[in-house]
T-cell receptor, first 112, second 111 residues
Framework: DAKTTQPNSMESNEEEPVHLPCNHS???????IHWYRQLPSQGPEYVIH???SNVNNRMASLAIAEDRKSSTLILHRATLRDAAVYYC?????????????FGKGTSLLVTP | KAGVTQTPRYLIKTRGQQVTLSCSPI?????VSWYQQTPGQGLQFLFE???????NKGNFPGRFSGRQFSNSRSEMNVSTLELGDSALYLC??????????FGQGTRLTVV
């Protein structure tokens, strides 16, 4: 499994953009990069995933470095509801199964 | 569409007992995976079932087992409970996309 490195914690002001970095220098060439988050007292929630190109959805954007050794999750306007632990997870295509290796993640604090 | 349902939500067991937890996936999803979450070890993958067969397995002792039924519902069993098995047990279902959907979890306390 690819090893990931994320900051333990980050802080943001409400309504400002947040850039959450992840280093995954040992990622396999065919691994997707997944991001999940876990809000307090809830199960994890899918945020976004990508392979090589940058990706956007209604929740966030994912910027993937050209060499794929790092990626950045971008929350365009943080809200209080975005306070959660964010996990960056390299994983093979789900056709071979679903086994998420969560790591320690980044705890995001959003202040009003 | 109903989400992933885990029962029971809370459970208290005594050391040495066994416990069975249940997970009902989203309708149409054939993959169910289980995770253990503790303050010390974080979220750890236990195993994944697909079409009644174990497809992936994490690094847990044989006391942890699971199964999946023909309707995709899954159960996990922990035998000979230890204090260290106290945790939040989460299950997730997936329907062939890259996204997994998680339940609220079962909080197991071993005393």
């Amino acid at each position: 499994d690819a090893k990931t490195t994320q900051p333990n914690s980050m802080e943001s002001n409400e309504e400002e953009p947040v850039h959450l970095p992840c280093n995954h220098s040992t990622i396999s060439g065919t691994d997707y990069i997944h991001w999940y988050r876990q809000l307090p007292s809830q199960g994890p929630e899918y945020v976004i995933h990508g392979l090589t190109s940058n990706v956007n959805n209604r929740m966030a954007s994912l910027a993937i470095a050209e060499d794929r050794k790092s990626s950045t999750l971008i929350l365009h306007r943080a809200t209080l509801r975005d306070a959660a632990v964010y996990y960056c997870i390299p994983m093979a295509n789900s056709n071979s199964g679903y086994a998420l290796n969560f790591g320690k993640g980044t705890s995001l604090l959003v202040t009003p | 569409k109903a989400g992933v349902t885990q029962t029971p939500r809370y459970l208290i067991k005594t050391r040495g007992q066994q416990v069975t937890l249940s997970c009902s996936p989203i309708s149409g999803h054939r993959s169910v995976s289980w995770y253990q979450q503790t303050p010390g070890q974080g979220l750890q993958f236990l195993f994944e079932y697909f079409s009644e067969t174990q497809r992936n397995k994490g690094n847990f002792p044989g006391r942890f087992s699971g199964r999946q039924f023909s309707n995709s519902r899954s159960e996990m069993n922990v035998s000979t409970l230890e204090l260290g098995d106290s945790a939040l047990y989460l299950c997730a279902s997936s329907g062939g996309t890259q996204e997994a959907f998680f339940g609220q979890g079962t909080r197991l306390t071993v005393v």
